[in-house]
């Protein structure tokens, strides 16, 4: 539980009153400011005791060779590390020669506070000297959304009973290779101990090679080379003084370090302020003494128009960000404030990324070595397609850039088309386990289920026909090659040999997820080359001269979409999650101790792969994904097969299973998901929120408010509602855009309320009954009730005899299905 005496609840605010260093390496995530570009955690600005030390800038990394105990052809051979850049927080305070240090100052008060309109990190405390002296502090620090590449941060001192000296020292320190300034090992990125393949590797050697730094009055520079990437970067920093004392400034500079030391002789109650500024610019290969010019560009039009300017236009942005992003829940404040905190970090994570991906951990630790993973398409991409669409047009944008790589490890794997890397920063795979990385294939489908979803909610076919239609094609040539027709009893089409998003389950045939996500894909495939040659004729053109298409692939597409194989029992009436999941024995997940959680960090995974055991949701995401391909029974059978069985070991399951649990009925199982993934890093339930925030997670809490309890869906570019409010909910409200127009959707016990607040009418359906919501008015639609009710959970209960589909008899434990308060018939044949 959240110690709300230490973290009080504010609806804009994310709040700490109580300095303590437990759980540092927490507050240091959720602290954190970034842009999606550039991301500092909330270390202290004293810059000394941390969990981790981090500046983070997205696709900035070092690359090495992975070293495979036995190798085989195909391994994934090229690691690659995002690099902890240079440390500009860093502002010491030297009140009469002592220092200020948190863990053993007399602090009288403390408050921190990220705030949520202005995206400003501050902090205020009252310093008791062991001299007598009482020290008021003020610090803020702030990542620009306007200006990717700048930080502004700012120190005010204020010695409050006595006259004083005071020295503040202001350093940019390249703490990467993991020491400080005085040569002492330091906590560091990749400095953590015990196992947990999750977090990021250590590198052995220096990474970042110095090449240009100097000094000049208030002005520093330090450039660096990436030792194997070559990358290149630079930072510059600048400082204004403000006070009625008297300065004196002494810098000096040195290959990773430049500090401007500031010494004021300070009158009892008069305050001096420093206000440092940071552009940090990266390159794949522009030589750093041209990223030190860019970088004083910068500052000196920040210089210019002043650095409250630039507050303002940061909350300028933030304003506009959340009038079209809020969710409102009312009367749940605690609710609420971790609500904002997930959608800002959203921003955090996305905003200013650009035409680079969204890493899994955004720019607030090193966790997952900075990496891609699908956890953009499927997760994040939903809030930035309905929210901003731009920004989700530039996230697609890093896939179309990393085509060519793709299609070069499509060749490497024998297959045609193109295959994304399952996590990457520079398109190339960098995977060293391929059961369950490489072999998830399903990440081709998950890019054009993104690409898809965009086009279908913003109606922008002509990104489709720029160049997104490549992606499509090369994605589908995949599947009819990597799969294969059977003809026995009829043709059928199988894929074998993949893992779907469960990891606890690894290469295995016919995975009812990969199978109907690659099913979308061929036909979506089919579908989009019609569009463009129809809409888009000379792009057409160009598109088959880029792909050599051929026009015949189309029909090859949809025969092997119509022969696909969905697994499905008609014995269990569920779809197994793969063609012999069933034949394994359940794992007894009820007693499994706690500390035996997660099983990766526990267990072989051979161990686990001989088990009925799920890491996330597999078939139920899918179940999600395309809603429309399966019915009511089988949701809800799937969902109650496949609940009990389900670890939540992955931050990626919980909001799934929120999701799918509201729309079949199960109202405080559904609140349950969402509430533990509501504070998965607020409360650091998964014990690794010091390595990040799990960005995928935050993504996941807006599908589950707008998709789980609002009821929205948009199968086939329909978009439809059919809500689910929570009982302790008087209201909940939501933003979204809808092909151009601006919607404000309200859900209260009795009605659904849809205004158009830009844009043209939108038709649209509310629980089968279709509706035209209109500009400048408000569509209401009573509503009964709240949807299906079930109580209680799913369970797991022996079953001593059971018939497989082909008659025989199995022993296994299998979760039971519990007694539906509405009868509902079998689908006798399976179809979905």
């Given at each position: ?421 399952w996590r990457t920063i520079s398109g190339e795979e960098a995977s060293a386990y391929y059961a369950a990385g490489t072999a998830q294939y399903h990440i081709n489908a998950d890019v054009t289920y993104a690409i898809a979803k965009y086009v279908r909610a913003t109606g922008d076919a002509d990104f489709l026909a720029r160049g997104a239609i490549d992606m499509v094609v090369e994605t589908a040539r995949l599947w009819t090659t990597l799969g294969f027709w059977r003809h026995t009893e009829g043709s059928s089409f199988h894929i074998h ?212 309890f609002g009821g929205m869906r948009d199968s086939g570019g329909h978009l439809t509602f059919d809500p689910r409010l929570p009982a302790e909910w008087p209201s909940l409200r939501y933003r979204m855009r809808w092909q151009g127009s601006r919607l404000l959707v309200t859900l209260t016990k009795k009605e659904l309320l849809i205004a158009v607040q830009s844009g043209s009418d939108v038709p649209l359906t509310v629980r089968g009954d279709k509706y035209t919501a209109r500009e400048g008015s408000v569509l209401r639609v009573p509503l ?49």
């Amino acid at each position: 539980m959240i110690d709300r005496d230490r973290f009080p609840v504010d609806e804009w605010k994310l709040v700490e009153r109580i300095y303590s260093d437990e759980r540092m390496g927490l507050t240091e995530t959720i602290f954190t400011v970034a842009n999606g570009y550039l991301g500092m955690r909330g270390n202290s600005s004293e810059g000394r005791d941390a969990h981790e030390h981090g500046t983070f800038i997205n696709g900035f990394h070092e690359v090495w060779p992975i070293r495979h105990a036995e190798q085989a052809y195909g391994f994934a051979e090229v690691g690659q590390t995002i690099v902890n850049v240079p440390d500009t927080k860093i502002i010491r305070l030297y009140v009469d020669d002592e220092p200020l240090v948190l863990d053993v100052a007399e602090l009288l008060t403390f408050e921190r506070e990220l705030d949520f309109r202005d995206g400003v990190l501050r902090r205020e405390l009252l310093w008791l000297t062991p001299s007598g002296k009482r020290v008021r502090v003020k610090s803020d620090r702030m990542v620009s959304f306007v200006e990717r590449h700048l930080a502004v941060m700012s120190f005010e001192v204020t010695v409050e009973n006595a006259d004083a000296t005071v020295v503040l020292s202001s350093q940019s320190l390249n703490r990467q290779d993991g020491e400080d300034e005085f040569g002492r090992t330091v906590p560091g990125a990749q400095s953590s101990t015990g196992f947990d393949p999750r977090r990021a590797e250590r590198l052995a050697e220096r990474v970042l090679q110095p090449v240009e730094y100097w000094q000049q009055d208030d002005r520093s520079a330090l450039s660096f080379r990436v030792t194997h990437s070559h990358m290149t970067m630079s930072v510059v920093t600048d400082h204004i003084v403000e006070t009625e004392n008297e300065v004196h400034m002494r810098p000096s500079i040195a290959p990773d370090i430049a500090k401007n030391v500031y010494q004021v002789r300070a009158k009892a109650g008069v305050p001096v302020k420093l206000t440092k500024i940071a552009a940090y610019h990266t390159s794949r290969s522009v030589p750093p003494r041209e990223l030190i010019d860019r970088g004083q560009r910068l500052l000196d039009r920040v210089l210019d128009s002043g650095v409250e300017e630039q507050r303002q236009l940061q909350r300028e942005w933030l304003d506009a960000f959340w009038e079209r992003s809020d969710v409102e829940i009312a009367g749940q404040a605690e609710i609420q404030q971790a609500v904002r905190w997930n959608l800002f970090m959203l921003a955090q994570a996305a905003a200013r990324a650009d035409s680079s991906g969204v890493p899994a951990k955004g720019l607030t630790g090193s966790g997952y070595s900075g990496h891609y993973f699908w956890d953009t398409e499927i997760y994040v991409m939903p809030f930035l397609t309905y929210t901003s669409p731009l920004f989700a047009r530039n996230a697609l944008k890093m896939r179309e850039r990393m085509l060519p790589a793709a299609r070069k490890r499509a060749r490497q794997l024998n297959e045609g088309g193109a295959l994304f890397p399952w996590r990457t920063i520079s398109g190339e795979e960098a995977s060293a386990y391929y059961a369950a990385g490489t072999a998830q294939y399903h990440i081709n489908a998950d890019v054009t289920y993104a690409i898809a979803k965009y086009v279908r909610a913003t109606g922008d076919a002509d990104f489709l026909a720029r160049g997104a239609i490549d992606m499509v094609v090369e994605t589908a040539r995949l599947w009819t090659t990597l799969g294969f027709w059977r003809h026995t009893e009829g043709s059928s089409f199988h894929i074998h040999g993949v893992t779907g998003p469960d990891e606890y389950t690894t290469v295995v045939n016919d995975n009812l997820f990969t199978n109907v996500m690659a099913r979308f894909n061929l036909r979506y495939a089919a579908e989009s080359v019609r569009v463009v040659a129809d809409q888009f004729p000379e792009a057409y053109t160009r598109m088959v001269e880029r792909v050599g298409f051929d026009e015949s692939e189309i029909g090859e597409w949809e025969r092997a979409a119509e022969a696909m194989v969905i697994p499905y029992s008609k014995a269990f009436t569920i779809h197994p999650q793969d063609a012999h999941f069933l034949d394994r024995e359940v794992w007894d997940l009820e007693n499994t101790p706690p500390d035996k959680l997660p099983l990766l960090l526990h267990y072989h995974p051979l161990v686990i792969y001989r088990f009925q055991v799920l890491k996330q949701a597999d078939v139920v995401l899918a179940l999600f994904l395309l809603a429309d391909e399966f019915s009511d029974e089988m949701k809800r059978n799937d969902f109650d097969y496949y609940d009990p069985l389900t670890t939540g070991d992955s931050t990626l399951s919980a909001v799934v299973q929120s999701i799918i649990a509201a729309e079949i009925g199960y109202r405080d199982l559904a609140m349950e998901y969402f509430d533990h993934a509501l504070f998965v890093d607020l409360d650091d339930l998964h014990n690794n929120a010091s390595d990040g925030v799990h960005v995928a997670s935050t993504g996941g809490v807006w599908s589950s408010l707008v998709y789980g309890f609002g009821g929205m869906r948009d199968s086939g570019g329909h978009l439809t509602f059919d809500p689910r409010l929570p009982a302790e909910w008087p209201s909940l409200r939501y933003r979204m855009r809808w092909q151009g127009s601006r919607l404000l959707v309200t859900l209260t016990k009795k009605e659904l309320l849809i205004a158009v607040q830009s844009g043209s009418d939108v038709p649209l359906t509310v629980r089968g009954d279709k509706y035209t919501a209109r500009e400048g008015s408000v569509l209401r639609v009573p509503l009964r009730d709240q949807g299906p009710v079930l109580t209680g959970r799913p369970t797991v209960q022996q079953w001593s005899k059971t018939r497989r589909d082909d008659g025989s008899l199995l022993t296994a434990s299998i979760p039971t299905l519990p007694d539906w308060d509405t009868g509902i018939g079998t689908d006798a044949d399976g179809a979905s």
